[in-house]
């Protein structure tokens, strides 16, 4: 049974960092490209960042937040990460994990405020 663990969540000034995991288990992870979604209030689930598996490590992000996020993944772990800077306001969300095979997270809450 796949089971996809998001944690790292919180309350972030504007500004500042977060870093996201997300634990994977029950699959052979090096060989699932991973995304991010986040779904903010109001608002319906959005792409935030996918990277490619062993065999193409290629991160893809959207445009609200390329140059400011980093996806990243170790394969030894298991894992896959989101590192979040200059955290905007607008980035306040549930943020989702996912191997692109109909699994997701549960999700990690993010609120950035001052």
């Known amino acids: 049974q796949v089971q996809l663990v998001e944690s790292g969540g919180g309350l972030v000034q504007p500004g500042g960092s977060l870093r996201l995991s997300c634990a994977a288990s029950?699959?052979?992870?090096?060989?699932?490209?991973m995304s991010w979604y986040r779904q903010g209030p109001g608002k319906e689930r959005e792409f935030v960042a996918r990277?490619?598996?062993?065999?193409?490590?290629?991160?893809d992000y959207s445009a609200a937040v390329k140059g400011r996020f980093t996806i990243s993944r170790d394969n030894v772990k298991n894992t896959v990460y989101l590192q979040m800077n200059s955290q905007k306001p607008e980035d306040t969300a549930v943020y989702y994990c996912?191997?692109?095979?109909?699994?997701w997270g549960q999700g990690t809450q993010v609120t950035v405020s001052s």
């Open positions: 996912t191997n692109g095979a109909g699994d």
């Open positions: 029950g699959l052979t992870f090096s060989w699932f490209g």
């Open positions: 990277i490619g598996n062993t065999r193409s490590s290629r991160a």
